[in-house]
């Protein structure tokens, strides 16, 4: 295993992260990752996923991480609306892709390009031949299963992949593990005595580093962390 940010070429956005308050009934309804999550309000998760070209500098990254080329055949887990294949496409053209989804929303609003070749299929759910990918990706995508079904996902993912790349949301300190919390939408709760009661699956960096190594886990990974979050009304006097 190694821990690699291919996303480093990813432009972030300028938006503040602040602590959401969603009810636990609208944060099971955004756990079907509905319109609302992808194309909602910011308050709902993403508040508008559009294609804008970010993600060309991350694809040419795992071209050349990977010595990709038009022959190879590429499984995105959580492909969203397609933005990181199309830009696979784009600069390999012929290349093989397949994007899974439980998003019903993303497939039907995918890129035109690339939808053909998407997929509704649960990640925890996977039925792919061994090494039939020569890379499986999946970005911000599994830790949304539960426990099982993650370890699950994982030692699946190490099946089907000849090279395997997986980013999952992680903390290294208390104060990254409680910004997370507020953040996040799909991965827990807290209840009304501030008890956190999970819903994905979350650890800090050394957690998830040995839950890799139970699943036995050989390919490459790196985190998404959450910082600096402000309250919301703070933000709103401003």
């Given at each position: 295993?190694a821990?690699i940010n291919?996303l480093?070429?990813?432009?972030?956005g300028k938006?503040?992260?602040?602590?959401?308050?969603v009810t636990?009934k609208?944060?099971?309804?955004?756990?079907k990752?509905?319109?609302?999550f992808?194309?909602?309000?910011r308050?709902?998760g993403?508040?508008?996923?559009?294609?804008d070209?970010r993600?060309?500098?991350?694809?040419?990254?795992f071209?050349k991480?990977?010595?990709?080329?038009q022959?190879s055949?590429?499984?995105?887990?959580?492909?969203?609306k397609?933005?990181?294949?199309?830009?696979?496409t784009?600069?390999?053209?012929?290349?093989?892709i397949?994007?899974?989804?439980?998003?019903?929303?993303?497939i039907?609003?995918?890129?035109?390009?690339?939808k053909?070749?998407f997929f509704?299929?649960?990640?925890?759910?996977?039925?792919?031949?061994n090494?039939?990918?020569?890379?499986?990706?999946?970005?911000?995508?599994?830790?949304?299963?539960?426990l099982?079904a993650c370890?699950?996902?994982?030692k699946?993912?190490?099946?089907i992949?000849?090279?395997?790349?997986?980013?999952?949301?992680?903390?290294?300190?208390n104060?990254?593990r409680?910004a997370?919390?507020?953040w996040?939408?799909?991965g827990?709760?807290?209840d009304s005595d501030?008890?956190?009661?999970?819903?994905?699956?979350?650890?800090s960096?050394k957690?998830?580093?040995?839950?890799?190594e139970?699943a036995?886990?050989t390919g490459?990974y790196?985190?998404?962390?959450?910082?600096?979050l402000?309250d919301k009304?703070?933000?709103?006097k401003t």
């Amino acid at each position: 295993m190694a821990e690699i940010n291919l996303l480093r070429s990813y432009p972030t956005g300028k938006g503040t992260r602040y602590k959401r308050n969603v009810t636990l009934k609208k944060r099971l309804e955004l756990r079907k990752f509905p319109k609302e999550f992808f194309d909602g309000s910011r308050d709902e998760g993403y508040g508008g996923y559009h294609y804008d070209g970010r993600w060309e500098p991350v694809a040419r990254d795992f071209i050349k991480h990977y010595y990709l080329t038009q022959k190879s055949k590429i499984l995105d887990i959580g492909c969203g609306k397609g933005f990181l294949l199309y830009e696979l496409t784009k600069l390999l053209p012929g290349i093989n892709i397949v994007g899974i989804e439980v998003s019903q929303h993303c497939i039907d609003n995918a890129k035109e390009e690339v939808k053909a070749n998407f997929f509704l299929c649960d990640a925890g759910n996977m039925n792919f031949k061994n090494k039939e990918f020569d890379l499986v990706i999946s970005i911000n995508t599994i830790h949304n299963l539960p426990l099982e079904a993650c370890l699950k996902a994982i030692k699946d993912i190490e099946k089907i992949g000849k090279n395997k790349y997986i980013q999952v949301d992680a903390w290294r300190n208390n104060a990254e593990r409680d910004a997370f919390r507020d953040w996040q939408l799909t991965g827990g709760f807290y209840d009304s005595d501030e008890n956190w009661f999970p819903l994905g699956t979350s650890f800090s960096i050394k957690g998830w580093k040995e839950f890799f190594e139970l699943a036995g886990y050989t390919g490459d990974y790196y985190w998404t962390i959450f910082e600096d979050l402000k309250d919301k009304q703070e933000i709103e006097k401003t």
